[in-house]
Structures are given as C-alpha cells and as structure tokens.
C-alpha cells in the first residue's frame, strides 16, 4: 500500500488492504512447501531473488507488455510474495540456527529490528517517491543484496535439533558460533 496501490488502482483502502492481506495465506502455504523442499536457506535467497526482480522493474519500469497497470500489480503481488515469504523464513531459520539459551533473544532483537524496518520504509517511500523513484528502490534492492550476502552465511537448518547450548552441534560436528 505504501508503494501507491490505492493511488494506482483507486478503491476503497481497507478493501485494498484486504485483499493485499488474504494473499498472505496461499503465500504462506507455498514457502512452507518450498522450505521443507529445498532448505531454509536456498529459499530464504529465492524469496530476496523475488524482491530484487520486482523492485527492478519497478525502478526500471520496464515494459513486460502487459501495460504498466498489469505491471504494477504484479510487482506489488511478488514483492508481497518475496518480503511475506521471507519474514516466514528468517522467523523459521532464527529459531532452528540458535540454542535455546539465546533463542528467545534473539528472535526478539530480529522482531526488533524487522519493525523499525517496517516503521521507517513508508517515511522513505514518501519522501522519495515523487523526487528521486529510482534511488527509492536502489535503496531497498540494496538492502535485499545486504540481506543476501548476509543470509549466504547462515547454516541450513532443515532436518537439524534444535539446539540446548553454543557447543558442537552433536549431530553434524558442525561449530555453530563460527558460522
């Protein structure tokens, strides 16, 4: 919605806004499957993959030939897609790569710094959106390469215990606190 979808589209907001939200279940539903399938990690690219690409028509504003109101609402559906499904991930990934002596902290610093994500990007988005489009969303494709680069050197978790302690994870002898 801050990227314009009412302006775009008209409507009523909370109407919009609805439907922007029941999306979220069959999003929901997919990166479950997608996770159990290829990892938490691989997904966790695949959905930043998603947010990149979105992001970069929308600051390219390429023509797809579908006339740029079919663009856009695809753009806003994957972008959705991408930062829902990721959220799902990274909230998933927290608890299974971190002992539980540090789990709860942890997954709350994440919820903390997720929110003042969430709290500043409408501010970004206003303030740049009519004078500088592009710098707008290099700034979030930035970020999502950051993300990127920064969620390469998690470990995978899928199929692992979860962990009681920092030591030697019994099961794969891998060294948690050196990843």
């Not at 399938?37 to 929308?58: D, F, K, M, P, T």
Request: proline share 2%; with cysteine.
């Amino acid at each position: 919605l801050s990227s314009g979808i009412n302006a775009e589209y008209g409507g009523e907001l909370i109407v919009n806004y609805i439907i922007m939200s029941s999306i979220t279940i069959p999003f929901g539903t997919l990166t479950t499957a997608i996770m159990s399938y290829i990892g938490r990690r691989s997904a966790l690219i695949l959905n930043w993959s998603v947010v990149i690409v979105c992001c970069g028509i929308a600051m390219l504003r390429l023509n797809i030939g579908w006339g740029w109101t079919t663009e856009r609402f695809a753009v806003v559906i994957g972008s959705k897609w991408g930062v829902v499904s990721s959220w799902m991930v990274v909230y998933c990934l927290t608890n299974e790569a971190l002992p539980t002596s540090i789990r709860a902290t942890a997954s709350s610093t994440g919820s903390i710094f997720g929110r003042v994500g969430a709290f500043i990007a409408p501010f970004v988005v206003k303030h740049l959106r009519k004078s500088n489009f592009r710098m707008m969303y290099g700034i979030f494709i930035g970020l999502t390469v950051l993300g990127m680069i920064i969620g390469r050197t998690l470990p995978e978790t899928k199929g692992r215990n979860l962990q009681e302690t920092m030591e030697t994870d019994s099961e794969s002898d891998v060294d948690i606190v050196k990843h």
